[in-house]
């Protein structure tokens, strides 16, 4: 499968991010219903599912280089955003792997792995077409790369990865690569158990939805992967939404009017999967983050409307932990011509196969 | 007793001996002690004085003999002592700490670095509900925080004091509270005192 990859476009100065027209069709949207419904809508991460970026496990898209460079130059200026605890060293080295199989798998054009063994101290060579790299390296030495494993090979996908080691009926995000993240701090975060970084987050205590995700998330099997989306919105496509840099980004926040918001306010979904690794017994926790502008979403009817409706209907508690507070009255002005008030069918599909002009 | 439903922030407990500890050692920060309330540790922990030693931190702390006693001056001494302790710790020893947030977790941290495991520390909160503030910009820590928006010591942003704490760091979460219409600050209000 070859990829039309748009190595130049930013996600910061200039902002030249733009989806294609197949890009805005598959946008993994994430709101099946008209109202705001918080689930924790874990599902088995098999390849299918109502938007292609569903059909495999780690998802490449025409962002892929563009965005690899963007995240270098983030760590460039934060090297602490990526972090692993000492203990964590076995896990590097499952997620090396896992990640390089796949991916070799699934776009054999892009992407070659060629293995002497399967096992530690076997010669491995992992050959990156679109970032132009090959390298030699003994799996389970972490002299024979440029950098530690999980490093490496997590510089080289789109998405940030946290590894969570389980032990004490508990995980514990010991390990992170973040540098797209929705205004959390991995330098804060890093050590802490499944209950502690969700502190921040409203209403969901209450109910119990972290006791129950976390029993859940325990006894996730080798082999059987799950998913979740999770939404938020980000002001110009920007993929560094750190709480670090955001006297950088914050002022973005108060620049929206009715009349730019089509171009200037984006849906950020995170399509958030989960995976046992196999020698650490860790958790490898994958958060893809995909960006469409309000007018890219409005080009499929449908979701322009839904996202009217659900973004009238959120709690305020959640426009306020989402930091929607300043910019959603022009955001919904905005949308609102999109919606005529019509009966939208219930899921996520777009429902149509090509856009209209834009 | 500080009562919170912050869900990062772990729960303080009144300290009691763990008898299951062979060895005890309890530190306490002075200028949290009330009158009467080191009579009443020392009460506390009267089973387990054979093998208890108690480090007094800080200025006024009293007169009374809990086991072993030893002064310090203040938690650096307490941290250096940690750092250079010669004696092994094992798992038979059980460290007690009482104080203000910072100094519980300043403790609790040196413990860690020389072995001790959670389950070996037992954490009292008392005194003053200062924080210690994490500046997520700069990443320098500010000492003494009581105030809902406190100036960073490092780079002198306006941090909004976050309801979510770091075990690893001891410290508050502080965020640029203007970063989205600079100069528009909030009122300050003593929060912590």
Redesign the interface.
């Known amino acids: 499968m070859s990829i039309a990859f748009k190595p130049e476009e930013t996600f910061r100065g200039d902002y030249s991010y733009r989806n294609s027209d197949a890009a805005v069709l598959r946008f993994p949207f994430p709101f099946p219903e008209d109202r705001y419904m918080y689930s924790v809508n874990i599902e088995p991460h098999v390849r299918s599912g109502p938007s292609d970026v569903f059909l495999r496990p780690f998802d490449v898209d025409e962002h892929y280089i563009a965005e690899c460079r963007d995240k270098a130059i983030t760590l460039e200026r934060d090297p ?1 955003r990526c972090q692993v605890l000492p203990h964590m060293m076995m896990a590097q080295w499952d997620t090396l792997e896992l990640l390089m199989e796949n991916l070799s798998a699934d776009y054999p054009e892009q992407f070659s792995l060629i293995k002497e063994g399967d096992d530690f101290g076997s010669r491995w060579t992992w050959i990156n077409r679109p970032l132009g790299i090959e390298q030699s390296f003994i799996f389970g030495n972490a002299e024979t790369l440029p950098c530690e494993p999980f490093e490496y090979i997590t510089r080289q996908a789109q998405g940030d990865f946290a590894i969570c080691d389980q032990r004490d009926d508990n995980l514990f995000m010991d390990a992170g690569m973040v540098t797209s993240q929705a205004d959390w ?1 991995l ?6 158990s499944f ?6 987050v409203p209403l969901a ?1 209450q109910t119990g939805v972290f006791e129950r995700a976390l029993k859940y998330l325990l006894m996730l099997r080798l082999g059987q992967p799950v998913r979740r989306l999770n939404w938020t919105m980000s002001i110009n496509p920007r993929l560094d939404t750190s ?5 950088e980004w ?2 973005d ?2 620049s929206v009017t009715p009349d730019n918001a089509g171009q200037k306010v984006h849906l950020r979904v995170e399509l958030q999967t989960l995976w046992r690794l196999p020698r650490s017994n860790a958790i490898l926790f994958p958060i893809r983050c995909y960006l469409a502008s309000l007018e890219d979403l409005a080009r499929v009817p449908k979701w322009g409307a839904r996202l009217h409706r659900v973004l009238s209907s959120l709690p305020p508690q959640l426009v306020e932990y989402k930091g929607l507070t ?1 910019y959603l009255p022009a955001a919904l002005e905005w949308l609102a011509q999109h919606d005529d008030g019509r009966e939208l069918p219930v899921g996520t599909e777009p429902g149509i196969t090509t856009l209209g002009p834009r | 007793m500080l009562h919170s439903d912050i869900k990062s922030r772990p729960t303080y407990t009144q300290l009691e001996p763990d008898l299951s500890g062979s060895q005890h050692l309890l530190i306490v920060e002075g200028d949290t002690v009330l009158p009467g309330r080191l009579d009443s540790l020392a009460g506390t922990f009267a089973p387990v004085e054979e093998n208890l030693h108690t480090w007094l931190v800080g200025t006024q702390a009293g007169g009374l003999g809990l086991g072993k006693v030893w002064r310090l001056p203040g938690v650096a001494d307490v941290v250096d002592a940690f750092a250079c302790a010669t004696r092994g710790y094992g798992i038979g020893d059980r460290l007690y700490v009482q104080g203000t947030e910072p100094f519980l977790w300043s403790v609790a941290k040196a413990a860690a670095i020389i072995g001790f495991s959670a389950e070996q520390i037992h954490l009292h909160h008392a005194g003053s509900l200062r924080r210690r503030v994490w500046c997520t910009h700069c990443h320098t820590v500010t000492e003494d925080v009581t105030t809902s928006i406190a100036s960073c010591a490092g780079c002198h942003r306006h941090l909004l004091v976050r309801d979510h704490f770091s075990r690893r760091l001891g410290a508050f979460m502080g965020v640029m509270v203007d970063a989205e219409a600079p100069g528009e600050v909030p009122a300050v209000e003593e929060s912590f005192a």
């Open positions: 602490g701090s330098e804060f975060d890093v050590g802490m209950m502690e970084w969700h502190g921040p205590h709480p670090e840099s955001y006297p914050g002022p926040r108060a300043r």
